[in-house]
């Protein structure tokens, strides 16, 4: 018997029951600084500039995971702060290159419906990336639905704000009224057509 294949809702559910938590990272995994380093090997003669921009940024990287939204903070001389809320974002990429699946880590990108081609947020060096990246779709979920944290049963009514299966009243309603307006619609135009 072939085992059970869960779509991603259904694995969300189940890592939210779990109790994934991510309120306590709030600094990349370790595992991340030796990445860095390697980087800055394969720069060469670079390696005195980049190491040090890259152990800043390693040092000065803060993630915060709060109820409305998620928040970067990074840099030393030129701070960057960005917050981003759970409602905007759009699209969730996991993404990890052959040397971090070898440390163990690997980065999420988050993208917002803000025009740009650039994910608005990079959160690198995550140790439990499926985890968390389940946790967001939860999260997204439910700034949707209006019930953060919560995740409905009805995974579409909750992506696309559309009604749910269990209410085929309101379902008929919102087609009987697409109808008639399509019918009135017709009937305007032919009547200006004679």
């Given amino acids: 018997m072939p085992p059970e294949v869960l779509p991603p809702r259904a694995v969300t559910a189940i890592v939210d029951s ?17 990445y860095y380093i390697l980087g800055a090997l394969l720069s060469g003669p670079f390696i005195f500039l980049s190491l040090p921009i890259l152990w800043f ?5 803060r993630y915060r995971f709060e109820e409305s939204g998620l928040r970067m903070q990074v840099g030393l001389l030129f701070r960057k702060e960005t917050i981003t809320a759970y409602r ?8 990890s290159n052959v040397i971090q699946r070898w440390l163990g880590i690997a980065s999420i990108s988050i993208q917002t419906a803000s025009g740009s081609a650039m994910p608005e947020i990079i959160i ?17 979920r439910g700034a949707r639905t209006g019930s953060p944290g919560s995740v409905p049963s009805n995974s579409l009514a909750a992506i696309d704000g559309s009604p749910s299966e ?21 009937n305007r135009d032919h009547r200006g057509e004679s």
């Fill in 18 to 34: 779990e109790g994934f938590d991510p309120k306590g990272m709030e600094r990349p995994a370790p595992q991340l600084l030796t």
């Fill in 57 to 61: 940024r390693y040092q000065t990287l």
């Fill in 88 to 95: 905007r974002i759009q699209d969730i990429h996991l993404t």
């Fill in 124 to 140: 690198e060096g995550v140790s439990e990336p499926e985890k968390l990246r389940d946790w967001l779709y939860a999260r997204l």
């Fill in 166 to 186: 269990s209410d085929p009243s309101e379902i008929t309603r919102l087609l009987t009224d697409i109808r008639d307006n399509l019918a009135a619609m017709a």
